[in-house]
């Protein structure tokens, strides 16, 4: 099978950012977006508007979305776990909401702190919501593959909440195996599982890559013609509520890859890198993507 015209989600602003102790400042948030966006990044996850008493890096939200300056043709998708974040990202100007239910029972307690089958309801209210008012929807569905509290998670549960949520009106649906455990085996049965009730480019994988498994598990994933990747800048990551995930799948290690598979992302590699080390620098830490190292270290 080929591989061609893959679309780069990228969500180090995000996910990247949430699980950081030190507080990043609206500025230097902003000028990551920037950067990002200069280097050719089509969408950037920028901002989630959840509890600040669950997540507080994510509380400024509304100042980064107000303050980023959009590239014309740039997606600029924000997290939203409930109406009351939904009403908040309202005031901001948005195209595209995420929604977040988990795939495993012990997850969603942790992260939502509610039941899959209640978190499904409450997206469900922002998904039909947002179609209402003219945004585009995007559903995640965490811990596809294994939960930090479950184990091991069955494929069919994962379709059926994959199924659940285009019903809600979401284009497009990321699997994310939030703490990296996934292997190229896993992902292979999990894509034969959910392929079953979705096309190939309505979905997105979205890998950790805690146990060094995030390429290989991509290209297991992309022999199934999914089009779309997440990934994050310098491979910054993890949920907080996820005991012992580390960073995403690194953007610049994602381009360089594709670039090996002759798929043109359009993305300019050392502008990408600079935006790295730009965020990695602040943080005052070694980044985390091996093609980032690499090319700071000639
Ligand atoms: P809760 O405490 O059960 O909520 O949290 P509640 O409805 O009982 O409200 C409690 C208080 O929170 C109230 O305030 C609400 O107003 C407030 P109080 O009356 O006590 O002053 N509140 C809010 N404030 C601001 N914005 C809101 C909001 N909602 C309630 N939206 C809740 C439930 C879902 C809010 C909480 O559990 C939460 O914020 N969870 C999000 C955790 C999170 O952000 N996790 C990381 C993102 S998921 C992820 O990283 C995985 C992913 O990358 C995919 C993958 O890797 O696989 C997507
Ligand atoms: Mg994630």
Redesign the pocket.
Known sequence: STVSDIRIYE?GP??GL??ESKFVPTDVKVELIHKLAAAGIKNIECA????????KQ?SDGIDVMKTIKRSPGVNYPV????????E?AMKCNIEEV?I?PA?SEGFSQK????SVEE?LK?FKEVAVQAVKDGLRVRG?????VGCPYDGPIHPKGIAKITEELFEMGCYEV??????GVGTAGSVQRLMREVLKVAKPENLAL?F?DTYGQGLSNLLAGLEFGIKTV?SSISGL??????RG?TG?LATEDLVYFLYGLGVNTNVDLVKLIEAGRYISNFLGKMTESRVNRALSDR
């Open positions: 969500v995000r996910d949430q699980n989630s508007f959840v509890s600040p008493k669950w997540v994510m997290l939203i776990p409930n109406l009351k974040g939904y908040t995420a977040f795939g992260n939502l702190n509610c978190g409450r995640y569905i965490s811990c596809v990321s699997l994310g195996d939030t703490i979205h950790h997440d990551g993890g949920c907080p509520y996820a995930a995403n």
